[in-house]
């Protein structure tokens, strides 16, 4: 019996050793040959990062790049847990997150790839065009609740919002609506898309995007700084020269320990390569 | 040699089958277990963030805030120390960040080294200042008073009524309006799904030709293989402009139309369940009674229900099951505001989509993170309820039968 025993897994621990030495040598191989590169978090910046991977992997065969999204505070967690090599981010990075990194004693570079324009979007067939910071502060913590009350039609105003895992949240809550909370009845979707989607069927719908994301079915309001003074229509020129106020930096960033390994990606986006992608997705270059 | 050898093959397949049902178990109860402990933490934790701390002037006579007075005044809804009990004096908002507002940068020196120093005198000559800082710039001679903050309770996580996890200062953990979102949308699609499905099983497995039934089964048990996410996406782009111009609403993703798309997605289990059941009856039976003179529809309500009513029951409970716990296809329709729906027709937030929506950003350990996993305890607490159930009403039915 134990003879029967023996012959039976005699052979198969040979097999199993085998194979598995064979797929480790595999892997090792491959390793050294190319690079691969993860960048996750904000959905801001993930279709620049996808388009700019595409382009950097068609003209270097050595580099391999993951884009993954989820929003900026899921890209910055999987940095701290290491789990990402860059982290996206539509919005520059929280003191308790800063703790979080020194506590690690990691320390974390941030790079500017380009600029983002928030654009706050309606209903194509709402009169209203243009809002001021406070207008838009009090409809977003629930204190303005009609059209009528800012020259619209009577209306409800039904406001969307990212989930609170998104940059343009933050960025939106720290900027627009000076630190407040959002109004409970906000409604929530989990993508920018979604937001296009619902603005461009709901009639009193108000909501804000990144500038990229702009299509024909909403209409981008102006808006404005100083009290109603002076209305700016956002567009990639007037990000560019300063004059539309919500307009943010969009950010990749790395552990410094892990600067070689990243160092292609880096450089493709900062080069004139890559900020032509920049515009051609609808973002503003940096210079 | 022979008999020893099928010997060992039985031994092997008795020890294979034993270890996949012990391993089974095992991850079940480990889930489970990860899950409470996990859940349990939200309850030994402040709702401030760690590591920071919250002061007034020492001569401030408010002692306590609750999180929701701390969360109005930083939304400057309470704007004088009077409405907390206090004196009358405005209050001042800090937030580390502001430091700037009041000290140049070379006051605080390269490393914010005078950090600590800064804030303790503008503490000191600020009486209304209510101040929100890392524990790292408290000085050793703090000349403010740190505000007590109580830990979260179970009873004011489960009857809050707000949901901001990650507001600043204090987070706000109140999951009643996610509970309610929950039940009500499975509520909603039971209602829709029940009488459908059933209609449906009693047409396939009694009306039905032969022919007819061996084409809309296959059809039915189609539905159960789209993935949820599609479901979504038809709910999104179909059925919430659909309820939005039905209803005449200024927005259509409401709880209705959840439930619309989880009926939808419950319906094969529905139908398939009791459907089966009902072809458990006994031949015998039924025509007995077609014997003694029963119409066709007498026969279905008075002899196949009753008969296979532990069946259906068991069906629908499944059905329902699937309702709480999904997660995409709810996500993407219902809106997500977190309130306490007033009718079917206003927007609701689901534990499972709360759960899917937050978990991503949510550092590892933190207090959101815990609190997403007590919100995991919660719906396993429901469909555990809702299994017992099944358990209780079928065992019931099956002893009054024999």
Known sequence: MNRTKLFLILPLIGMLSCGKAKTENKETESNAAKVSVTIKGSDTVLPLAQKEAEELMKTNKDVSVTVVGGGTGVGLTAL???TTDIAMASRDIKTEEKLKFSELKKEIEEVIIAYDALTVIVNPANKVSKLTREQLEKIFTGEIKNWKEVGGADEKIVAYSRESSSGTYEFFKDEVMDKKNYATDVLSLAATGAIVQAVGQTKGAIGYIGLAYETKEVKQLAVSYDQGKTFVEPSIASAKDKSYPISRPLFYMYDKTNAAKVKTVIDYALSPEGQKRVSEIGYIPLN | MKTNLKQIKEKVIESILMLSSAATSITVILIVFFLFIEGAGVFSKKPIEDGFLLAVAADNP????????IKDIFDQKIKNWKEVGGKDEAIVLFRTSDISQYYTDEELGENFEYFPAKINELIAKTPGIVAFFSDKYKAKDFKGRELDIDRIKVFEFLSGEEWFPTAQPIAQMGVKPLIYGTLWVSFGAILLALPIGLAAAIYLSEIAKKRTRSLLKPLIELLAGIPSVVYGFFGLVVIVPLIQSL????????????SVVLAIMA?????TISEDAMRNTPRAMKEASLALGASQWQTIYKVVIPYSASGITAGAILGIGRAIGETMAVLMVTGNAAVIPKSFLAPVRT?????????GEAPNGGLHYEALFALGCILFLITFGINMLVEMVTNKQSHKKH
């Open chain 2, 267 to 271: 319906l094969p289990t529905i139908i």
């Open chain 1, 80 to 82: 701290i847990d290491g």
């Open chain 2, 62 to 69: 408010v002692k306590k805030l609750e999180p929701s007075q």
């Open chain 2, 247 to 258: 209803f005449n609403l200024p927005v259509g993703e409401t709880a209705l139309a959840g």
């Open chain 2, 351 to 359: 534990i499972p989509a709360t759960i899917a929506a937050e978990l």
